[in-house]
Each structure stands twice: as C-alpha cells, then as structure tokens.
C-alpha cells in the first residue's frame, strides 16, 4: 500500500516549528539577508510594560526600524503590559480576516498575501504616511478603488481609550464600577449570612445544651430575656443571690467559649512539646536502671503518651468537678453539692471533655508517630506540635474576631440600639465634635515637610491592612445583625423566647439558595471585576486599528464609535498564535500568582509569588527556565488545551491580562493588607483563567481522585472559594482555576524570555516609568537572569562599545561616562538614548577557581532607554520643559491628548533613528551586534589588575 504522494510534504509543513514556519514566509519577500546573515531566533525585541505610554514609544520605535527595512530582522517580539498594547496591534495586521471573529462566522474578506500584507504593513507604519485616510488592501487586491481610516490616526484618536467620549464615558464607568461593587458586596453579605446562621444553630444548639451559660454571659434587664436565680443557701449565711440585681450591659456571644477551648487545646500542645525532652536520652524509669542501652524513641513516645493521656483525662475529670463545686456554692459549698441539682452540669462536661481528648489524641498520635523515625523522630515530633499549637492559636483568633462581631451585632440589637438612639447620641457628637477639629487643625502639621506622606508611604500595605480588615468587619457585621433580628423576632436571644423558626427557615432557605446560584457560577468572579471594561477598551483601541470592517466604517461618516463592539476585533489566541506569517513572533508574558507552590518553594511562595507564563506559537509555557531545572511539565500545546477544554481567550483579552496591574495580585508586591483592601474595593484587573485538568498533571493518581472528588463536592460554593483566595492571597497552580496578572509582576522589560530562548542581540525598550533613572527593571532582569538562567548581564566598557558600534555610534550609549551610566541618564540634553549590556555564561567553580570570570559571550543587549537627549524636535523638548516628569510619567496615566500622545510618539520614533542612522554601522547596527557564523570560539576573560573588569550591576533597594 502506497501514501499519498502529498502526504510526506503535509506531515513535514506539520512538523515545522513556528521559526521555520516563519522564515519560510519571509522568504517569499527576497529581503536582503538570507540565514547566515541573521540565524533563526539570533535577534529579538523586547517591549516594555508601561500602560499606554510604552504602548506610544513603542510604536514610534517600530516606525523607525521599518521604515529602514528592519522590522522582519527580529524573529522575537516579547512584550509586556503596554508593550503587548502596541505588540498585539503590529502582530494583528498580519492576521487574516478568515482568522479574525468567532469560529463559523460566515463571509470572511479574502486574505492577503505574504508581499500584499508586508505591503500594507509598512504603509500603515511609514512615518510619511500622515493622511488620515490610506487605500483600502483588499479592494486594491480586487483592482477595486476604496479607503479606510489609518491605522495610526486610529490610534492617536483613541489616546483616551479608557474614556474616549469624556463625561459620557465616565458615567458608563462609574454605573459598571457600582454595579459590579454592589455585586460584590451582595457576595460578600450572602456569605457572611450563611456562615452566622451556621454559627447561630451552634449556638443556639449550646443554649439549650448548657442554659447556665446564660448567667455568665447574657447581662441585661429587658423582661424579654431569659434570666433565673441562683440562690445559694451557705450554712450560717442569708441566702445569696448571684444574678437576681439586672445589669444593664451588653450580650456576649456564646462563641465566646471557643477560643478559650482552642487555648485549651494550644497548650495541651505547648506541654507535650516540652515532655519530649526525655526522648532524647530516655528516663531510667521507663527504660530501666541500669539498662546502657537507649530505648526507641518511637517505642518509648507511645508509653508516654499513653501515660499522659492517663493523667490528663484524670486531671481534666479533676479540674472539671473543682470548677462545679466553685461555680455552685463559692469555697464553701461543698457540703451542699449532692442537695443541688444545678452544679452538676460540670461532671458530664468534664467527662465528655477528657473522652474528646482521647479520641483526639489518638488520631494525632498516629500523625505525629508516623511522619518520622529513628533519629529524626524526636525533632519531626517537636516540629508537629509547635505546627499544631500556631494552627490552634489561629483558630482562637478567629473565633475571638467572630464572636466579638456577634456581640457587637448582640448589642446593637439590644442596649445598644436604645443607648444610640437616646439622648446620650447627642453627647456623644457633642465629645467628637472637638476631636474632628484638633484631628483637622493638625492635618496640615503631619503634612508639612512630607512627614506623614513619608510614614503612610513606608507602611502602606499594614494601613491597607487594617482598613481592609476593617470593612470586610462591617459587613460581617451589617449580615449577622440581620440574622439575629430574623431568627429571634427582633428579640434578643434566649432559650425561653426560643429562635423563631419559621422566619429563621426562610431566612435559611432563601441564602442556601442565594449561596449556590452565586457560588456555582464561578464566572462571576470575572465578571464582578474590572476585567471586562478594561479588556473591552483595550480591544476596540488596539485590535479594533487593524480590522478592517471598523476601519472602513470609520473612513465614512456617522462610522461605529469605539464603545460599540465589532465581531471582527475579536481573535482566538491560539488562531492569533498558530496563523503563520513574516511578523515577529509575538510572545506574550503574563504572571501566573502563586503563593503556594507545588514544589513549597520559598523563593516563589514567600519573595515572587508568582511565575511567568508565556504565551506562543506552540502553546504556553509556565515557568519554564525552572520547570526544566526541576524536570517538570512546563510547556502545553494547544492541543493539551483543547484536548483538557482550557477556557479560550481572545488577544485582547491576554492583553488586558498582560497589562492587570492594579490588582489584588501584584507578584512579589502581593501582600496580605493590599489584597483585603483590592478585593474590597473591587480593584480587581487580573483574570481567574479556567485551566480545568491541565496544571495539576504532578499529583498521583490517589491525589488526584481526592482532588477531583473534592472538587465536586465544593462545585456549588466554587466561587466564594476563588474569592475568598483573593481576600487572603492565597494563589496555587493545583486549583482548576489559577490568577492571571501583569507580566511586569515578575519581569517588566519582557527580556527575560528572549534570554531563555538564547537570542545572540536582544533590543529593549525599557518604558517602565522611572522618574529617577534608578533602573530597577535592568536590576530585576540581572538577578533573575543569574538565578534562573545561569547567565551574567554586565555594562560593556566604554572600548567594547567603540568596537562594536564605532566611535561616532559609541556616543549615543551610555556606558563609559565618568559619572556613571545612572547619573548620565538622568541628566538632560545629553546624547545617550542607550546601554548596551553584554549577557555570558556563568562560569563554573572549576573555571572560577582558575580565575575566569565568564566562560562565553551569549550575546548582547541594547537597552533603549527613553530620556530627554540632545536633536530631539523641538515640540517634544517644549513638551518636556512644560512637564518636567516627562517622559517618565506615571503609569496610572492612562489619558493622553493630542499633545502628549504625539510627544511620546515622536520621541519613540527619535530613539530607532538615532540608532539606526547614528553609527558607522548605520541602519545595520543591529545586525553588526550578531556574533559571526559560525559563533566564535568562547571569550576567556582572566582576571587582572590591569584590566578593569566589566561594569557591575548594582542592585539597589
């Protein structure tokens, strides 16, 4: 049986990877350099992230290196946050319309072809074309006459993406941004609801159980509630009566007798911690006088343990009794103990106490026996019960704070409700009054001098803390005021009056209902947030610019606003990715959070809390540098996707991911005081992205039975479950659900992919605002980079710079100044616009030891870095003049005119022609960086006192 005679050729152009797919594009176009020149995957370009403003310079940039005919030079674009604005758009105008807008959506344009769209890509970013309107590429394909809107004037129309139709948006904004808080509010409210009706059955379930209770901690003379006397007869004394004189006050929840259990408990731990002291070396009492040889420490652990249990159920029976008989009639009221029917209660009690600390101590007997031996068990041992003991003590605190919410929530329905609404309000104000006005006459004292700024500044994240703690309070306590005013008839509790049933079951009903619509449908987590708004404007102003169905609607009057959507804008990422063409291939760098690693790693759980996840053409790679060190799954094609059902999501959706910044999540900037207070706020950009099945693949099939069982059974309470994640930023890979954010969560130049990949020249645009020019993003790079990659990034010397470049283009670097590469940066009119960097292998300890510093050059780095230089126009150094930030400002900037989108522009498009027409090199100054081919033999570097070695990066804090 014979193949096809095709089916070789389909099997093989199946088999290319995108870098052959792509060189095999670019050869249709006969460009002037062939493999040799420029090696597949030698040369990339890195777009910072820095919202919309490295989303302008970038575009300037790129105008400039295309209009010399050396855009297709880079294989690479790696892009983050603004940089991906911008790096969606260039990749989008390669996209055919077929590939544009949902699966199946009927009546595609016809597609372009290789030279037609390099064509119509280098008209669109040619710096001559300023025409509002350009020819449309596929009615010229038709021989037919036409025009849509330029991409670029698109654009710079939308600078005010976020708001472009000013008021009218702001009002749009303002209803999403309420109606999305109160959704989550409402969540927030239902859940709290629940969990206080579960506590309420509890204790009201603990009232009856124990109604003496109720004189210890229900104080109040409202003849609704339930009181009795205790009278005690003491021999030779009147009768005395302990709770007959009514206190007004307030009702202490019954929750209050948990935490002191939990203490209990806590130092039941702390003492069988210090009784492990004799396993060390053994008791001659247990093991035997005389006896040389040590008992096993395992053997001797379960005679002390069952000895102590012996002793403490005693002790507890005990101390129980002792405590009844102080209870029931003081010190001397012993002799009337077997008359009363009352003290009693604490027999059982003890009992029950002492059998429950039994069964308990069992189970963790085995626990704690189990997990070591030998030598380590002792140690292993000590470890678990100081774990155990900080578990207890957590939960004391919490159900301190929740029944200290519940008895505000008990006094606000009782005494409190009347002591606020009587005349002692008034007095009340009266004493604030005078306080409100001393805290405003010293605002401006802790202002002046940057005082409290400076305070606030250092500890943002504790007051964020405590404010965030705080409201989440209120609503806790707003929902458990209303579960006590339903369930008791607007009446304090109490066994007598009873819990009224029939109102406290619907109140039940309607919220287990409320709880599983609400919880089930856990798309509600993106939906509340602002994900959607921010994706949506980003799409129509970015991806919208290259459709061509917007853009020949905008070329005519009364044309679709940008607020309104348009199937086209929309493109399947794994379609955006997997559609072959000359462009760049785009890679797209998000942050996937973590806070609890799959492997406990404290360098990712506790200093990053998050790992780079990269989207390509092949498919998506999570933390891939370290997932090869590890030997893990670290890369999934969108085959696995498709195969595990992995939510789809479109380009502008990834670049709204790419950009989350402002989030509950921040990578190493997460914290748990910024995460309270973002969720609250509901200052949430980053996506809870459905991953079904595909990231926990390392767990055993037992785990992962438990797991999916599990998963099951929360199914309906799913989405308090993320929700409650964000509020404490507790972010895994091992949930069906993982959090997306910002690239520049864990690395903002988008370089450190390109580093991964082993680019030989790599150009950055470093656009991140940096007011200071303390570089930190090239400081990030450079530690991960030798963490992770095992690569050292230096400062080349002044001589290498001359070498590469030439003299004339050594003047546009940085490096080499006396004053410092950093200070030179800062200062204005200079003619530097750059820092060329070179990247080596790090050397072993045995070549070390020989005194090399670096075994080979893997290549160099062109760090663009945008600045006030010297042949700037001069509306852009009149724009500078009258913004001194500029162009550093800040990211949170998201508004630009005319003027200032222009400036941004322009000076993007300064920096490449610098570059590129400032050398001898010339136009082909990124090229001449390429080692030669084959790569030279390893650069040994010696150390000498002679030379001086490479320019270090100092990382500063």
Sequence with gaps: MTDHPHAGAAAAKRQLTPLEQRRKHIAKLNLDFTETDIPPGSMGLALSGGGIRSATISLGFVQAITRHKRLLDFDYLSTVSGGGYFGSFLRSLFVADSDRGRTGMADPLPDLDVRETQAFVEEVLSYDAKQELIDDPILKKQGKAGKIRNPIWWLREHGRYLAPNGPTDYGFAIAYLVRNWVALLYTFTIAAAAMFLVLLACEWALLCCWPKLIAFLHWGDSPARYTFDLRVAIKGHAALDLVSKARSGWCLSPLLVLPPLFLFFSLCSGAAYWL???????????????????????????LQWLLILALTAVATALFCIESGVYAAGWAGAVDHMRTMAAPWWFMPFGIVLALTALIVAVPVAIWTATGASGDAFTNELRRRFTALGAALNQWAVVTLVLALIDTLALALLGPG??????????????????????????????????TLVKFLGEHVWTVALIIGALLFGLVALGADIVVQWIAWAAAPWSPATGIAWTQAGSLGGAVLVLCVMTGSFSGFINLSSLFSLYAGRLTRAYLGASNIVRLRLAAEAGSKPITENDPKDYIDVSRYQQSASAAPIHLINATLNETHSRACSQLIDRDRKGVPIVFAPDGILVDPARAATLQQQGFFSWADLAKEQVESLSVGDLCAISGAAASSAMGSRTTL???????????????????????????????????RISVACTWPFRTYFYLRNEMIAAYSRENRRVYLTDGGHFENSGTYELLRRKARVIVTCDNGADPDFQFEDLEDLVRKARIDLGLSVTVAGHEQVEQLVG??????????????????AGMKGDTGCALLLEVHSVATDAARAEGYLHIEREGVIVWVKPRLFHGLPPDVTGYGERNPTFPQQTTGDQFFDEAQWESYRALGYSLGETLLGGSEAGIDLFRKLLPGAPPPPPVRKRRSTSAKPPHPIVVTR
């Design 276 to 302: 492990t002291v004799s396993l060390r070396t053994g008791n001659a009492w247990l093991a035997g006088a005389g006896k040389a040889k040590q008992r096993d420490p395992v053997a001797q652990f379960w």
């Design 417 to 450: 409700r009347a002591w606020l609404l009587d005349h002692r309000l008034a007095g009340l104000f009266a004493a604030l009054v005078p306080a409100a006005a001393w805290l405003i006459s010293k605002v401006p004292q802790w202002f002046a001098g940057g």
């Design 673 to 707: 005081g910024g995460a309270l207070a973002f969720t609250f706020a509901n200052i949430r950009l980053g996506y809870w992205w459905a991953v079904r099945d595909l990231l926990p693949e390392a767990q055993t099939m037992n785990t992962r039975l438990i797991w």
């Design 807 to 824: 003299k004339g283009g050594a003047t546009h670097f940085l490096n080499g100044d006396a004053r410092g590469w950093r200070a030179r």
